[in-house]
């Protein structure tokens, strides 16, 4: 069983930063490729980022360049730090991790974009 808490959303001028956070639970956190998603209003949940348990990264093509995925394996932490943020990324984010026995989603937090 794996448990996933995001953390780390909020209000946010455009052009400012956010880092999110997701803490995972179980063992073998090392192992497993992590995803952070997210589903604006009306519109379906889309990939933004991934990282590899080698620690290779893949993005979207809408958040390259200002957004940057990384992990921690001693904390079980995968974060997501967003800059230059635009009002279209408004959304829930959640954090993602398929395993072996299933896949695994956090509860999201929300981002809002405004002014």
């Known amino acids: 069983q794996v448990q996933l808490v995001e953390s780390g959303g909020g209000l946010v001028q455009p052009g400012g930063s956010l880092r999110l956070s997701c803490a995972a639970s179980?063992?073998?956190?090392?192992?497993?490729?992590m995803g952070w998603y997210r589903q604006a209003p009306g519109k379906q949940r889309e990939l933004v980022a991934r990282i590899t348990s080698g620690g290779s990264t893949n993005y979207a093509d809408s958040v390259k360049g200002r957004f940057t995925i990384s992990r921690d394996n001693a904390k079980n932490t995968v974060y997501l730090q967003m800059n230059s943020l635009k009002p279209e990324d408004t959304a829930v984010y959640y954090c993602?991790?398929?395993?072996?026995?299933?896949?695994?989603w956090g509860q999201g937090t929300q981002v809002t974009v405004s002014s």
């Open positions: 179980g063992r073998f956190f090392s192992f497993y490729a």
């Open positions: 993602h991790v398929p395993t072996a026995t299933g896949n695994y």
